[in-house]
């Protein structure tokens, strides 16, 4: 009862960043309410429920969509901002580091909005800069496949990197004070950005490559150098990147364990990638979940200290230095 009243104390204490959810797309589609998801993971009561501060909502348009990429991906920024207004009463867009904090002094769940895919681009730095004006703030530069930035995951046996438009969307986010996300990104892509970039590089939802082969996860190696540019891996509930064959929520402190090891306690995050995945690990079956996550650390033993930059102490540090 102790250890239970302890998790509870340490997660209404910490500010929480989820890094990566995919509730804009449904949003969009109208096939989910903010109000009340239904069967979707993320919802108003469930972020609340969940003691979630700090949600990165992603625009994905699926690459089959050619031809209406940056159509799709207008929509679900109006989507965004559409929700925030109609929930302004609990839910702000936030555009720099300060905007943030007043959020979370407020009481409301700071909403950041982020892009997967480069492809949405359309080979546009223009493109990047309008939408840095709509309060996109992170990038993810590819999914699995190719696109005119980089090779994803399921390109890797081109060993393609970074491609000299790839190089300038970089440098051009660096300079805005945008969040570059390695998430789905080839090999030598992300190795091309971890030599380049000046700023923290971040993976928003993956795992550890030691603990579940999956070519989404990070090696050790790949962890170390993360750390080393002061980026954090957000830890990632999609359970064929945890354990296929048991994914549980022991399993997910598993991840977060070794990746700390690896990293240090300073490049781990949450990204728990919730309404992009049919599947949920058992025990975090939707945001509301998100205490028994904080409860399974408590009960392994962790520093009060270690959990709270684990739940979103990481992502706030790499928000603070990145943004201008």
């Not at 699926?62 to 929930?87: C, I, M, S």
């Not at 709509?134 to 590819?142: A, D, G, I, P, Q």
């Amino acid at each position: 009862m102790g250890q239970k009243k302890d998790a509870e104390i340490i997660h209404k204490k910490a500010v929480v960043v989820d890094a990566h959810c995919d509730t804009l797309s449904l949003l969009a589609e109208g096939r989910v309410s903010f109000a009340d998801a239904g069967e979707g993971h993320v919802d108003l009561r469930r972020l609340k429920q969940g003691g979630i501060n700090v949600v990165f909502f992603a625009v994905f348009v699926h690459p089959r969509n050619r031809g209406a990429y940056l159509r799709k991906a207008l929509e679900q920024v109006d989507a965004f901002h559409t929700t925030v207004a109609v929930h302004r009463e609990d839910l702000v867009a936030v555009r720099e580091y300060s905007g943030l904090r007043r959020a979370l002094a407020a009481g409301k769940i700071a909403g950041i909005l982020s892009v997967e895919g480069g492809h949405v681009l359309e080979g546009s730095l223009g493109v990047l800069r309008v939408l840095y004006q709509m309060y996109v703030r992170c990038l993810t530069l590819t999914w699995n496949g190719r696109n005119k930035l980089a090779d994803g995951v399921g390109e890797s046996e081109s060993r393609g990197g970074l491609t000299s438009f790839g190089r300038e969307v970089v440098r051009e986010m660096e300079r805005l004070g945008m969040l570059v996300d390695v998430a789905h990104l080839a090999p030598a892509g992300f190795w091309d950005v971890v030599r380049m970039a000046k700023n923290p590089v971040i993976d928003t939802h993956a795992n550890s490559r030691v603990l579940c082969d999956h070519p989404r996860n990070l090696t050790d190696e790949q962890v170390r150098a993360l750390a080393a540019t002061g980026g954090v891996v957000g830890v990632n509930f999609v359970p064929a990147f945890v354990d296929p064959a048991n994914p549980t929520i022991e399993a997910v402190a598993d991840h977060i364990e070794h990746l700390a090891t690896v990293g240090g306690i300073d490049c781990v995050g949450i990204g728990s990638d919730f309404d992009g995945t049919a599947n949920t690990v058992a025990g975090l079956d939707d945001a509301a979940c998100l205490p028994l996550l904080t409860a399974c650390l408590v009960d392994r033993g962790w520093q009060e200290a270690h959990i709270r930059k684990v739940l979103g102490g990481n992502f706030l540090r790499v928000l603070k230095e990145t943004w201008k």
